[in-house]
């Protein structure tokens, strides 16, 4: 079988130390200026505004999960393989690592610990359930920890012998209003795996707790949609409808609204297509225009969008149709660098997002207002 086709540079060392220079250490651009209306007339729907800092000295933070009761939240690290309790004062405090993680290797491999996603039912006592995906050494893992408002414990892989690859590994989890697992994964670099019903990669997967393939799954096992290249974000609407970003190869980058059992293309199509049996995307980037996307979170319906490459974040609206997203307007282009986790805050209009690859302890947690 041949190689797939490297996918493109997104941003080398050299311009990740560039934008880490220029922004210089600790002067946060004015967020007035960054967050107006681009036309310049009202403000926007959903439009951010009030950035501030929650927190500083990250490192490459990759996922951010509120525990129930919207004041703390989980975030982890990239490469450190911590998780870190943030608290809505600025506050945070390591509870633990995440064991068998394998970190990015300096070659240039890909993984780490990635997402996390606390039971919607956690409260430290009676229910202390938290599950993350990370690379292992051959493999990509959903696993189970036990957190008991303190610390972390007890280690279980819930689902391993996902196929690992040297990118492309997705790594987002979240429980959906379902209240089962929904995890996003690459395609490992083996591009036909996508289209594979019975491989777990190039999938949205819907599991239990136990990792079993949730009850009324469209195949009857964990896959819940294929045809994705590098999927990350999920989210899900005020309709209990789920959104997803996906990072595409050269040209298109992708917002899909995703249905069970429904194919999105790759690798056959990249973007929109006219093939038969392919879902197409409801927004497409080109990665060299404000793409690159990371994660999503939805809040009065209005999709938020972190971008890699486009150091930016994107707020569409979903339009009333409820099934496609209206004008898409960008805020904070190249103001903060890139920009992975993103988590919304239960029960008010704010937003938690964090920078990453900005280097050792630089990297940031910063909190918006969304109206
Ligand atoms: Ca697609």
């Known amino acids: 079988m041949a190689q797939p ?29 960054a967050a107006a209306d681009p036309a310049g007339g009202t403000r926007a729907v959903g439009a951010p505004s009030g950035v501030t800092v929650l927190s500083g000295k990250w490192t490459r933070p990759w996922a951010i999960t509120f525990l129930p009761g919207g004041k703390r939240a989980l975030v982890t690290e990239r490469f450190t393989a911590a998780v870190w309790l943030q608290a809505s004062d600025g506050s945070k405090k390591m509870v633990g690592t995440v064991p068998h993680t394998v970190p990015p290797s300096p070659s240039g491999g890909k993984g780490g610990l990635l997402g996390i996603a606390p039971s919607p039912t956690w409260n430290g006592t009676t229910d202390q359930d938290v599950f993350f995906v990370h690379t292992a050494a051959s493999a990509i893992r959903v696993a189970r920890m036990h957190f008991n408002g303190s610390s972390l ?66 195949f009857g096992n964990r896959v819940y949609s294929l045809g994705h290249r590098n999927a990350q974000g999920l989210a899900w609407d005020t309709r209990g409808r789920l959104w997803e970003t996906e990072i595409g190869e050269n040209t298109w980058d992708e917002l899909n609204l995703v249905e069970p059992g429904r194919n ?53 609206p979903i339009n009333s149709t409820g099934k496609a997203v209206g ?21 008010a209009d704010e937003l938690w997002l964090g920078t990453t690859d900005r280097g050792d302890n630089k990297d940031r947690i910063l909190r918006i207002a969304v109206k």
């Open 5 to 33: 086709a490297p996918h493109r540079l997104r941003l080398g060392r050299a311009a990740i130390a560039a934008v880490t220079v220029s922004l210089g250490a600790c002067l946060l651009p004015p967020a007035s200026a």
């Open 264 to 316: 999105y293309g790759w690798p056959t199509c990249e973007g929109s297509c006219s093939k038969a049996g392919m879902t197409n995307p409801k927004k497409v980037w080109n990665p060299d225009q404000g793409g690159v996307p990371a994660q999503i979170a939805i809040k009065h319906d209005v999709i938020y969008v972190t971008t890699l490459l486009g150091q930016r974040l994107w707020a569409l």
């Open 153 to 218: 414990s007890d280690y279980k892989v819930v689902l391993g012998g996902i196929t690992r690859g040297g990118d492309h590994n997705g790594g987002n989890i979240a429980f959906g209003p379902d209240g089962y697992l929904y995890v996003s994964v690459g395609d490992a670099l083996k591009r036909n795996l996508a289209q594979d019903k019975n491989s777990l990669n190039g999938k949205i997967l819907r599991i239990t707790k136990s990792g079993a393939a949730a009850p009324g799954n469209p």
């Open 327 to 347: 004008t898409a307007k960008s805020y904070y282009s190249g103001a903060y660098g890139r920009l992975r986790a993103l988590a919304k805050v239960p029960g």
